[in-house]
């Protein structure tokens, strides 16, 4: 079991805007920033947001983040193929001390 | 063009011990914490941090499930991580990342490796 808590599914059709919701708790998400990952078939793990809502250099800012409280959101716009992917929130966890992650949630483009 | 390249994944028995390996380049090595995590193999399971070690070697921490069991080093001289495994267990089974930290105290891992898949005989 993860300490945040992700749907294990989601799925949107080319050009929709999909949510992905992570949900924690005053320790992680409640107090610390929150970071997004993407992680493509076979591929390892890419920084897609961080902390809460910034996006490192190279991301497309169809990619979009936001806090609020002790959840969390990663919104996808302009949905493509290419997007279809498990992606993962994280955040630092003050008890006990250490990063925690998501269960991931596996985008599927119809 | 920072890339880190892990090795020593491989079959083990349960009880057994691996030394894997996490080679990097394109930055200073020395300047950061460095980290495993890995993403376990059975259904439903997701990413999983599993170290941290700072950027002289001398403040180390773990997951509780691998205290005692798996330990975390480095050679800066090399530019190398390392994580040693021992009494692995059949829910050790993943594939193991090594992961650049970017800011210590957070899940900010800015680059990660391609992995290294660590698997049981039965």
């Known amino acids: 079991q993860s300490v945040l808590t992700q749907p294990p599914s989601a799925s949107g059709t080319p050009g929709q805007r999909v949510t992905i919701s992570c949900f924690g708790s005053t320790s992680n998400i409640g107090s610390n920033y929150v970071y997004w990952y993407q992680q493509l078939p076979g591929a390892a793990p890419k920084l897609l947001i961080h902390r809460n809502a910034q996006r490192p250099s190279g991301v497309p800012d169809r990619f979009s983040g936001s806090k609020s409280g002790a959840s969390a959101s990663l919104a996808i716009s302009g949905l493509r193929s290419e997007d279809e992917a498990d992606y993962y929130c994280a955040a630092w966890d003050d008890s006990p001390s250490g990063p925690v992650f998501g269960g991931g949630t596996k985008l599927t483009v119809l | 063009e920072v890339q880190l390249v892990e090795s020593g994944g491989g079959l083990v028995q349960p009880g057994g011990s691996l030394r894997l390996t996490c080679a990097a380049s394109g930055f200073t090595f020395s300047n950061y914490w460095m980290s495993w995590v890995r993403h376990r193999q059975a259904p439903g399971k997701g990413l999983e941090w599993v170290?941290?070690?700072?950027?002289?070697?001398?403040?180390?921490y773990y997951v509780d499930s691998v205290k005692g069991r798996f330990t975390i080093s480095r050679d800066n001289a090399k530019n190398s991580l390392f994580l040693q495994l021992n009494s692995l267990r059949a829910e050790d089974t993943a594939v193991y990342y090594c992961a650049r930290l970017a800011v210590a105290g957070t899940s900010d891992f800015d680059y990660w490796g391609q992995g290294t898949l660590v698997t049981f005989s039965s």
């Open positions: 170290a941290n070690i700072n950027q002289d070697g001398s403040e180390k």
